[in-house]
């Protein structure tokens, strides 16, 4: 299994920047694909960003597209997520996690997320 790990999360005003890191350790990890979801006290899970294995493939949705930006570097084994122009509704704890099937339509199904790392924007 591909073991993920969050970081880079942390309390900014809104309009600031954050860029999480999903740092992977494991087997063959420039294979998978990988997504960012959130899922913040009492809401359902959100993925709010994805790529392919080789980067050739993104995702957004509609709530950050023009503000975030996904990328990976695999010989790093490391995907990133910037976060520019934050707002309120951001706030969120932000995982990581392997993809099992890619969505036109931003329905993944993804396994093997983290703990999560926290990110809060205040006003």
């Known amino acids: 299994q591909v073991q993920l790990v969050e970081s880079g999360g942390g309390l900014v005003p809104a309009g600031d920047s954050l860029r999480l890191s999903c740092a992977a350790s494991g087997r063959a990890f420039s294979a998978y694909g990988i997504c960012w979801f959130r899922q913040a006290p009492g809401k359902e899970r959100d993925v709010v960003s994805a790529i392919n294995w080789n980067g050739g493939r993104l995702y957004y949705a509609d709530s950050v597209k023009g503000r975030f930006s996904i990328s990976r570097d695999n010989a790093k084994k490391t995907v990133y997520l910037q976060m520019d122009s934050l707002k309120p509704e951001d706030t969120s704890i932000y995982y990581c996690?392997?993809?099992?099937?890619?969505?036109?339509?931003?329905?993944?199904?993804?396994?093997?997320w983290g703990q999560g790392t926290q990110v809060t924007v205040s006003s």
């Open positions: 996690a392997v993809l099992s099937t890619w969505s036109d339509v931003g329905l993944f199904e993804y396994q093997n």
